[in-house]
Structure formats: C-alpha cells, structure tokens
C-alpha cells in the first residue's frame, strides 16, 4: 500500500482554503484539513470536506463535446477550442466587440482570472469582465 497526502487548494471559493488530498495506492480516498494555514485553522466548510467528490462521479464530462444538430458529440479540446475561437471572432467582426462578454470564476486560479481577462482586453477588444464574486 502508498499512501501520501498531497497539499492543495480549495476549488470552491475564493477563501482559498489548503487543504490535504489523501492519495491511497493512486487513488483519492478523503480530504484533510490544513492546522497551519491562518484562514482555514484545521478546518474546511462542507464543500472543502467534498472538495474531490467530482473525481470519479459518473456524470463528469471528460472530453469536450460540440453540438451538432440535436446532439452532442465528443471532440478533441484542439477541435472544441478551434470552434470557439472561430465563433468569437464571427461575432466580434459581424457585432463588434462588446456584443462579447466575459464571466470568470472563484473557481479559478488568479492567473487564470488574470489570463481571461487578458483574451476579453488584448485579443476580443473588449472591457466586458465580470466575476461570479459580484453576482
Ligand atoms: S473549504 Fe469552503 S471556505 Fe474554504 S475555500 Fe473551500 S469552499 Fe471556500
């Protein structure tokens, strides 16, 4: 048997709580709290103890899917990420670009609120950023 518990983040909120991942024979089996950090002191609210419950549900997406027609079909993230570059640029020509928006996510890391930020003002030309924190 290995066991190790991985130092991580919270996923959930913005409070970014560390939190332990315990790892058993390459599997997640549970999370632990950190004692040493100043925000969450040994402790973590009901979605930090469920923060890894999405691992291995049956329901989670594990590929890209694009519509087509009445279903959905599987694709590959170049393909997905292709379509939705293709699309934005559509509609930032055809509408201009604030007919665009741009939600981000606690969800997320600062750097990848900050890289999202960066694609709505350097590449779409648009101001329109807004955070799931405001809603
Ligand atoms: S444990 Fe709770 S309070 Fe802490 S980051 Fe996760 S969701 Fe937020």
């Keep these: 048997m290995e066991y190790q518990n991985i130092l991580t983040t919270c996923i959930y909120c ?3 709580c560390p939190l332990y991942v315990q790892i058993l024979d390459g599997e997640i089996v ?3 709290p950190s004692k ?5 002191r040994g402790q973590l609210c009901i979605k930090g103890w469920n923060a890894t419950a999405f691992v291995y549900h049956s329901d989670r997406l594990k ?3 694009i519509r087509r027609g009445d279903s959905l079909e599987e694709a ?3 393909q997905a990420l292709g ?12 509408s201009g670009p604030d007919s665009i928006g741009f ?3 606690a969800k997320c890391t600062n750097e990848e609120n900050y890289l999202l930020q960066k694609l709505a003002r350097a590449v779409i030309k648009t101001n329109n950023v807004d955070h799931c924190a405001r809603l």
Excluded: F, N
């Design 36 to 40: 040493e950090h100043p925000i969450s």
């Design 30 to 32: 549970g999370v632990l």
């Design 76 to 78: 590959t993230w170049a």
């Design 63 to 65: 590929t890209p899917l």
């Design 83 to 94: 379509l939705v570059a293709q699309r934005l640029a559509t509609i930032r020509d055809e």
């Design 103 to 105: 939600l981000t996510s």
């Design 14 to 16: 913005g409070c970014g």
